[in-house]
């Protein structure tokens, strides 16, 4: 795997990962302001310390954190729980969506905007020396507003500055062509592209075609099966192997909340790797198959090159 991977702790290179890869987490996270919901703040770096001992144990190596300015998003403490575990940390750069977006994103320029995301990847995010990794989550609600799509223009010109990956929220992933036909126009690499919350869509026609057009399929809610079964997750992945497509494909369970984590009787950061693969080999799915999907697809996604 050639490259390297921008972690809170520095660079490494994408060789050096050898462990299981989830691009879309939370591991410091607080959406309660706008929700008015106590259990959508998850902010206990000293738990998250503790929970990612089980993802550890279970073969996972690096977790993507894409928490935004708004939502949570802090340099200084997830240097903190990279320096205390065992497992490499990513930061992003970028905005949320609706009422998430801080005020500077609804009154800057796209440009303005693009020189804080790549500064941030390249020299350090908030007047630390943390550089962020990948631009995300950026989204679009139900109604696409003019600044997220001004946020989608600054991530674009981020993206060709770095080659740092976009990876984007949809809403229930009914805007999954809408954002990458964006994309698309604006001349975005779509291998280094994954649009979000596909297995909340269960369209498969809409994963063909974003996964035919070069773009991840994030099958990213793996657990919350408040949306959906894992078993239908198991369907989707499924299908786009059967279409030779299983290379277009991420894994994750972005966990956001306090009640998915162990200690609160959630299904933790270790639920892909474990019941959700064990899922996988029960549907006849191999070694190499899971390896794909939590290895090299992940990896190959959010590798900036070294040229």
Not at 217 to 228: A, E, L, Q, S
Not at 240 to 246: I, S
Not at 253 to 277: I, M, N, P
Request: charged share 25%; glycine share 10%.
């Amino acid at each position: 795997m050639e490259g390297f991977v921008r972690t809170v702790l520095g660079d490494v290179s994408s060789e050096s990962i050898e462990g299981m890869v989830l691009v879309h987490e939370h591991l410091n996270f607080d959406t309660s302001r706008i929700k008015h919901d106590p259990d959508a703040c998850m902010t206990e770096p000293e738990t998250i310390i503790e929970e990612l001992k089980e993802f550890s144990r279970v073969g996972g190596d690096l977790l993507v954190d894409l928490s935004t300015t708004n939502t949570g998003r802090n340099p200084e403490i997830l240097r903190h729980i990279a320096m205390n575990c065992s497992n490499k940390v990513v930061c992003s750069t970028g905005f949320y969506f609706g009422l998430y977006l801080p005020l500077v994103a609804i009154t800057s320029s796209a440009n303005s905007l693009a020189e804080r995301f790549v500064r941030e990847i390249t020299e350090g995010i908030d007047g630390t020396d943390v550089k962020a990794g990948v631009i995300g989550e950026i989204g679009w609600g139900q109604q696409v507003l003019p600044a997220e799509k001004r946020v989608f223009e600054a991530a674009v010109i981020a993206h060709k500055a770095t080659g740092a990956a976009i990876i984007t929220h949809t809403y229930f992933g009914l805007n999954a062509l809408e954002q990458l036909d964006f994309l698309e126009k604006k001349g975005v690499n779509t291998k280094k592209v994954g649009i979000g919350h596909m297995d909340l869509y269960p369209d498969p026609d809409i994963h063909f075609e974003v996964a035919k057009r070069g773009a991840f399929v994030c099958i990213d809610n793996i657990g919350r099966t408040d949306y959906r079964p894992d078993s239908e997750r198991v369907e989707m992945i499924r299908f786009l192997f059967e279409k030779g497509l299983g290379n277009k494909i991420i894994l994750s369970s972005d966990v956001s909340r306090k009640s998915h984590l162990h200690k609160y009787g959630g299904h933790g950061y270790d639920h892909v790797l474990t019941r959700f693969v064990s899922m996988l080999y029960e549907a006849g799915f191999s070694e190499d198959d899971v390896l794909l999907l939590l290895h090299e697809n992940p990896l190959r996604l959010i590798s900036i090159s070294g040229e």
